[in-house]
């Protein structure tokens, strides 16, 4: 079975696969989202600490792509939660973007505790009721902290974490579905740090006649309300990448990456992380 080119929760179509921007600059952002829109890409996700919205708001100009036609995700950075920085980071990210709209605004980090990220929310909650947003959302949030968010602020819509064949998210996906909220992918090739050579995938995507990037990518891309945010610098691998949605695993393809997303490899782990048992 193929994968649908959009994953739909609470009755909004999000296109399955999206271009990525974390760590692209300069005109690799520009000529990256240009040709990820020309090629057919049609999700965008970038964030105001990339420090890279104003090229991706160039090569969105560049790509001649209709505002309309494709979805938009930005983030806003842990120092602007307070409410009226949260509306001056926002401001500032339309702008850089050349947007009048953004579709998905998520927090970068669940930093300051419950309290704080609660208060947060509910200024993004203002800038949805607003029309200048359309969903809002988080970052690297656990399953626990996911529910007492959503208690909080039901239009919480979707949490973006590192999701890959190398680290399972089972109690997150629970969590999430059983509060229609969008899980989606970063570093689906965990950040380019081995997981492709990895047996089984290398097995599978020889099976498949596909490659290794795409049978991590149709494995997430497959899965009911994930959504998917490979990157590339290369014009090929982002076309290679998307045309992982005509990927079709079999029952024991699956199988097999369940089994090697228990290896439960953390690529990305700063800090100021939360505790990723809450
Ligand atoms: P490059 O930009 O040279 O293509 P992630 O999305 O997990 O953060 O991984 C990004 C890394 O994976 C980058 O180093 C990128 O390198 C590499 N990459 C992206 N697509 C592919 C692909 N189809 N095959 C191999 N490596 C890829």
Known sequence: ?????????????VPTIGYGTWEVTGDDAVEGVADALAAGYRHIDTAAAYGNEAEVGRGIARSGVSRDDFWL?????????????????TERSLTSLGVEHIDLLLLHWPVGGDAAMIDALGALRDLRSAGTIRELGVCNTPASMLGRLVDAVPELFADQVEYHAHLGQD?????????????????????????????PLREVAAQRDATPAQVVIAWLARQQGVSVLPRSTNPDRRRENL?????????????ALDALSLTGKRYIDPPFAPDWTD
Request: charged share 25%.
């Open 1 to 13: 079975m193929s994968i649908p080119f959009t994953t739909t929760v609470r009755g909004v179509d």
């Open 73 to 89: 995700t930005t983030k806003v950075w842990q120092e602007d939660y307070a409410p009226d920085a949260l509306r001056s980071s």
């Open 171 to 199: 109690p997150l996906l629970a969590e999430a579905r059983k509060r229609e909220v969008m899980v989606t992918a970063y570093s689906p090739l965990a950040n380019g740090k081995g997981l492709i050579d990895a047996e």
């Open 243 to 255: 045309a992982a949605l005509e990927v079709d695993l079999t029952t024991d393809d699956v199988a």
